[in-house]
């Protein structure tokens, strides 16, 4: 739990022992961890976790963050009950363990969490963000889902996009310049498609010096020269958010 004197330090920048300052539920088929701002809102984000799973703290993080800044916030387990990918695990074994969880099917557990939003939480108007394997699914969802305002993508696995770019939401794209898993080139590209196909509201961010993760795996006391740019990151997410939703 969080320090009880203060039980949700989740503004942007704050050092903070992750924690978790939401509740788990039952969402249909699916568990959730949802956190709940002060105030009354209309407005809700889906956060879509990374391959380390929905109860990994770093991603929790940014929902009781997301709530701070006036949004229900909700992480599903978009594994449905399967192991998450564990950092001692066999990387020569990570394609086959990929081959279970594909970023484009996510539609099914989507579905029940707006359910849910819309039924238990009051939700009208419903955003989306996703961390590398989340970031993926983002794209595929503002491919397909008339039902989300919007969406920012973290770090999304490019390789793993379907090759379309007719978006039908406002979508943020974030990316590190020294990401080892998404060279700059494939995000050149993507916004070279994104320019020639996409008709609504678009941006592609590239931060300068981050790696991988940036925005919600590390801590703002480590590394004193990706405070800013982790710091900035989260600001765009919800700058993004608040113009679109």
């Not at 109860?55 to 594994?79: H, S």
């Amino acid at each position: 739990m969080a320090n009880e004197s203060r039980p949700c330090p989740c503004d942007i920048g704050d050092r903070f022992d992750y924690g978790g300052c939401g509740q788990e539920v039952q969402v249909g088929h699916i568990k959730a961890y949802i956190c709940k701002p002060p105030a009354c809102t209309d407005k809700a984000v889906i956060v879509i976790h990374d391959i380390f799973g929905w109860q990994l703290p770093n991603t929790r993080y940014i929902a009781d963050m997301l709530a701070t800044n006036g949004y229900i916030a909700i992480c599903p387990d978009f594994f449905v009950g399967q192991e998450a990918w564990k950092p001692s695990n066999d990387w020569a074994s990570f394609e086959d363990w990929l081959k279970t969880r594909d970023a484009g099917k996510t539609e099914k557990e989507v579905d029940v969490t707006l359910k849910y939003l819309r039924d238990q939480c009051g939700a009208k108007k419903i955003g989306v963000i996703g961390f590398c394997w989340g970031g993926a699914a983002v794209q595929h969802l503002m491919l397909k889902n008339p039902h989300l305002k919007t969406g920012v993508s973290l770090y999304g696995v490019i390789r793993r996009f379907e090759d379309k770019h007719n978006l039908l939401h406002p979508t943020f794209f974030i990316f590190g310049e020294k990401d080892d898993i998404i060279p700059l080139e494939q995000v050149t590209s993507l916004e070279q498609k994104l320019k020639q196909n996409c008709k609504v509201d678009y941006e592609v961010k590239i931060y300068p010096g981050q790696t991988h993760g940036f925005v919600h795996r590390k801590r703002e006391d480590i590394n004193p020269q990706d405070k800013p740019y982790i710091e900035e990151g989260r600001k765009d997410m919800i700058n993004w958010l608040n113009k679109y939703l």
